[in-house]
């Protein structure tokens, strides 16, 4: 796997005896979270590229806008992404708009994380009480 590094995502005394470590695979030519590269979640199905990219422009040069669409349907799934030129215009959208309405839907803006294409990324699940849950 030329390219990728295996990240544990907890230390060991997280982990309970029994169980075993939980691990994300992630490009090392890039950090784990893209600084430029936004998702953008609670999208309206009305949303078409033009309009997002039109509601983050004015925070920096927008680069990229991917809205993401159900491959059976063609209706859009409700999220999408916004690449921007630079990181410090990704954070300035990320702040203003996290929680804004667009189209009457609140957005969820995070910085996006890389999934390499063909490689699993496991997500750990915890219980109520913080610890790994195992099943």
Not at 11 to 17: D, F, G, T
Not at 48 to 58: G, Q, R, Y
Not at 60 to 87: H, L, M, P, W
Not at 88 to 113: C, E, Q, T, V, W
């Amino acid at each position: 796997m030329k390219g990728t590094r295996l990240i544990s995502l907890f230390s060991k005394q997280h982990l309970r005896p029994s169980s075993h470590p939980q691990f994300r695979f992630f490009n090392s030519s890039s950090s784990s979270a893209s600084s430029n590269k936004l998702f953008v979640g609670g999208l309206s199905w009305s949303v078409d590229e033009k309009s997002l990219k039109d509601a983050f422009s004015s925070f920096g040069d927008v680069t990229e806008v991917r809205i993401v669409y159900d491959k059976d349907s063609g209706r859009a799934r409700g999220f999408g992404f916004v690449i921007f030129s630079n990181e410090d215009a990704a954070k300035s959208a990320k702040d203003a708009m996290d929680g804004k309405a667009l189209l009457g839907r609140p957005l969820r803006i995070n910085f996006a994380l890389e999934k390499p294409r063909g490689i699993p990324v496991v997500v750990p699940r915890f219980t109520d009480n913080g610890h790994f849950n195992k099943h």
